[in-house]
């Protein structure tokens, strides 16, 4: 299992759930995607996006008032 890091600090949805789409695209089954993100509205698109697509959501936290990290295990 390797752990890949994504940070789309700064961008505007829907581009970090774009972004994380691609990057799970290039993982094997087991890997993780750790998501560095600033955007509220993909504090709810990427945990959705997560589940509708079997993936794992293993640590989800608020960083600090508008930031958050995510970690996805591929299914």
């Avoid at 290039?26 to 698109?45: K, P």
């Avoid at 945990?47 to 993936?55: D, V």
Wanted: net charge negative; proline share 4%.
């Amino acid at each position: 299992m390797s752990q890949q890091k994504l940070s789309v600090i700064g961008q505007v949805c829907p581009f970090p759930l774009i972004e994380a789409k691609e990057a799970m695209n290039g993982l094997n089954s087991g890997d993780e995607l750790v998501i560095d993100f600033d955007c509220t509205q993909a504090t709810e698109s990427i945990p959705e996006w997560t589940a509708a697509e079997g993936h794992t959501v293993t640590n989800y936290e608020q960083i600090d008032d508008a930031t958050w990290t995510i970690t996805i295990r591929k299914k």
